[in-house]
């Protein structure tokens, strides 16, 4: 292991307001200078920092387009359109999907939902065109996308050909153009003024039900439950925890331990932390990487069957499934590892560049990002780990501190099919040669 600490020593004014936090609230002063050296500037604002809130969730109407898309979204509900809830195969995006259609369901009179979850090899990542027909052929006319969508410009006016609608919710970085929807939410939009960056997909989810529940008389305390998914989603997708994601992450973590979903209670009990206090590293470490294996090694559906299981057998049955699916994830994440780390010791040429590349088009789609990251730990590198998948090459990259691998990407990308993703992890796909 090359680790590479940076020790930040404080500065006299630094120490002096964490003498001055630890006596005003009674705190460790090795807290305190964590807080200090967060950049947590007056009281208020710690006093915010430790005792999150919920009072002090943002108006969600302050996101652009939001009227817009709690309008249509009860139009189709008035009028029994037959609405899809779309999402990303991975943690945040079930749980978005999972998060959305049970406030739905819940909260409509005879509402007529479904959801879609796109196979993670067949169709790949974000807005596919089997969804789209799918939706087509069971007569839906709103889709409501979650976790993808930002730079789906294509699929979405072919959706609006064939009369079906979107609202997008997303977090991710829009293109210069954005698509052809009746609503976008993506606090990353350059007109955006939402005082908050870094929801997650999930997070952005609970806001249009947040908004939707203003809207229609529901109260707000109807929305603590769902919560729970939330904090698996900000645990998992590693947002940070600052802000508006300290709120939901603290009322999440309190819901997940005291009274969570049935589906998160089967996958708690699989993890072995019945009766055990949960905190954010066991969703990162065992709760998310479960909910994962069902997209890698099967389908991102069951996960989502999983977190809106209404019985206590349904969600036993299926969280013992998604563990299977983690067992067999966990051995073929350390033999491409294995695999990776041979490939580089018989080509040590590969580490002295600025940025690792490895490809073997063996290797299962479904580790490579895993792969990546362990690379990145290892090396202190970006690194990008190749495959082969439906005749094109398939990537994923993980990077470091201030590098930011998905404009590198975006530089060369007229050699390159799609790319999307965020500064330290994206995917691509390009062409053989
Ligand atoms: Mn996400």
Known sequence: MTNKWNYQTPTREQLLRRDELSEKFGLSPAICLLIVQRGVANDKDVQKFLSPNIKNLYDPFLYPDMQKAVDRLNKALGNKERIMIYGDYDVDGTTAVSLVYKFLEQNSWKSNLDYYIPDRYDEGYGISNRGIEYAKETGVSLIICLDCGIKAIEKIAYAKSLGIDFIVCDHHMPDDKLPDAVAILDAKRLDSTYPYRHLSGCGVGF?????????????????????????????????????????????????????????LKGIIDVCGLTGKEIT?????????????????????????????????????????????????????????????????????????????????????????????????????????????????????????????????????????????????????TLKHD
Request: proline share 3%; net charge neutral; with cysteine.
């Open 280 to 428: 954010m590293s066991d969703i990162v470490f065992k709760i998310g990487p479960r909910i994962n294996a069902s997209g890698r090694m099967m389908n991102g559906k069951e996960a989502v069957e999983l977190l809106l299981a209404k019985d206590v057998a349904t969600a036993k049955i299926k969280s013992e499934n998604i563990d299977q699916y983690n067992d067999d994830r966990r051995e073929l994440d350390k033999k491409t590892t294995d695999e990776a780390n041979a490939l580089i010791d018989e080509n040590p040429s590969v580490t002295e560049g600025k940025i690792i590349v490895v490809f073997n088009p063996e290797w299962h789609k479904g580790v490579i990002g895993i792969v990546a990251s362990r690379l990145t730990e290892k090396y202190y590198k970006p690194a990008i780990v190749l495959t082969q998948s439906n005749g094109f090459i398939t990537g994923s990259a993980r990077s470091i501190t201030k590098f930011d691998i998905y404009k590198a990407i975006e530089s060369c990308k007229d050699l390159i099919e799609n790319f999307g993703g965020h500064t330290y992890a994206a995917g691509m």
């Open 207 to 263: 806001k249009l039900m947040q908004a939707f529940a203003s809207s229609n008389g529901i109260e707000v305390s109807r929305l603590k439950s769902l919560l729970d998914l939330v904090a698996v989603s900000i645990a998992s997708d590693i947002v940070p925890v600052t802000g508006e994601n300290r709120i939901l992450a603290a009322y999440g973590l309190k819901q997940l331990n005291l009274n969570p979903s049935k589906g």
